[in-house]
Nanobody
C-alpha cells in the first residue's frame, strides 16, 4: 500500500524558514511528478511547487524566489525549503505524487500545518 507522509510543519515567525519533507513508499518513485500544495481556511487547494522526474521545477508566482523544491530519488523523498515566510503562507501543506500520464495514479499525504505568526 502506498504511503505519502509529510513532516516538518510548525509555527514560525515572519521572515523565518521551514523545511517540509515528504516520504513516499512508491515503487518507481523516480518517474513520478512530486508536488506540494497548500490549502488555507476557506480557500481552495493550490499548487505551490512541483518537480518532474527530470528535475524540472515550477513554482506558484507567490513563492518564487522564496521556496525551493528538491527530490531525492534514493530516499524517495521530496523537500520544500521555505524561506522568508509570510503570514499569508500559513496553510495546511500537502504532498502529492502523480504518475506522469493523463489520468495517471495520484497519491496524497495527510498534510502538515504551517503557521507563520509573530
Amino acid at each position: 500500500q502506498v504511503q505519502v507522509v509529510e513532516s516538518g510543519g510548525g509555527l514560525v515567525q515572519p521572515g523565518g524558514s521551514l523545511r517540509l519533507s515528504c516520504a513516499a513508499s512508491i515503487t518507481r518513485f523516480s518517474i513520478y511528478t512530486m508536488g506540494w500544495y497548500r490549502q488555507a481556511p476557506g480557500k481552495q487547494r493550490e499548487l505551490v511547487a512541483a518537480v518532474t522526474s527530470s528535475g524540472t521545477a515550477n513554482y506558484a508566482d507567490s513563492v518564487k524566489g522564496r521556496f525551493t523544491i528538491a527530490r531525492d530519488n534514493v530516499k524517495k523523498t521530496v523537500y520544500l525549503q521555505m524561506n522568508s515566510l509570510k503570514p499569508e503562507d500559513s496553510a495546511d501543506y500537502y504532498c502529492n505524487a502523480r504518475y506522469p500520464t493523463i489520468g495517471g495514479q495520484s497519491y496524497w499525504g495527510q498534510g502538515t500545518q504551517v503557521t507563520v505568526s509573530s
